[in-house]
Nanobody, 127 residues
């Protein structure tokens, strides 16, 4: 079991920045590929950014490339999402998730491949 707790969400104006954190406890954090997902009202959940177990490989959905950065600190059991140049369309509940699939160098970009999920943190961007 892995317990995940997100923090760092909030309300801000377009163009601003936020850093989300996801604290993990339980089994070894470094054994899991990690990801950030989001779900806006009335929309399906989408993969925002994912990262391999060793932090070397990353994936970003096209809409956030160049604005968001995913990173992890395996020593601190923490996942991060730095979000810059935020837009109103980034408004959603953001979830972190852990996947036991794959190798040290693989990312997991589909939600159904994730085993554990956090409770989510709300990000609201006003225009």
């Amino acid at each position: 079991q892995v317990q995940l707790v997100e923090s760092g969400g909030g309300l801000l104006q377009a163009g601003g920045s936020l850093r989300l954190s996801c604290a993990a406890s339980g089994r070894s954090f470094s054994n899991y590929a990690m990801g950030w997902f989001r779900q806006a009202p009335g929309k399906e959940r989408e993969s925002v950014a994912t990262i391999s177990r060793n932090g070397i490989r990353t994936y970003y959905v096209d809409s956030v490339k160049g604005r968001f950065t995913i990173s992890r600190d395996n020593a601190a059991n923490t996942l991060y999402l730095q979000m810059n140049s935020l837009k109103p369309e980034d408004t959603a509940v953001y979830y972190c998730a852990a996947s036991s699939r794959g190798s040290d160098y693989s990312t997991q970009n589909l939600g159904r491949f994730y085993d554990f999920w956090g409770q989510g943190t709300q990000v609201t961007v006003s225009s």
